[in-house]
């Protein structure tokens, strides 16, 4: 079974950074996809940035510019640089897994996810 492990989430005042890993523990390669959700109090699960291919990267709208996802190989890693935070990224952080071949939703991986919190 693969395991996703998030650390680096906290408590940050608004127009600070955090970086968040996910370490997996099996090879990053056999992947298709990571990425890095999102979900706030009272919302849906969302979408902030994922990797797809390897160096496809892709962004949520809110977080275009501010945020940074990136891999390291050798470490089976991900992560997300989060920049010029804002109240509103206030959520619990989710790392996501989709192997090759694999199905959103059905044998695709989640980790235990880590809170960020920012203030004003």
């Known amino acids: 079974q693969v395991q996703l492990v998030e650390s680096g989430g906290g408590l940050v005042q608004a127009g600070g950074s955090l970086r968040l890993s996910c370490a997996a523990s099996?090879?990053?390669?056999?992947?298709?996809?990571m990425g890095w959700y999102r979900q706030a109090p009272g919302k849906q699960r969302a979408v902030v940035a994922t990797?797809?291919?390897?160096?496809?990267?892709n962004y949520a709208d809110s977080v275009k510019g501010r945020f940074t996802i990136s891999r390291d190989n050798a470490k089976n890693t991900v992560y997300l640089q989060m920049d010029s935070l804002k109240p509103e990224d206030t959520a619990v952080y989710y790392c996501?897994?989709?192997?090759?071949?694999?199905?959103?939703?059905?044998?695709?991986?989640w980790g235990q996810g880590t809170q960020v919190t920012v203030s004003s």
């Open positions: 996501h897994a989709l192997p090759v071949g694999g199905v959103f939703g059905r044998n695709d991986y």
């Open positions: 099996t090879s990053i390669f056999s992947f298709a996809a």
């Open positions: 990797l797809i291919s390897g160096d496809n990267t």
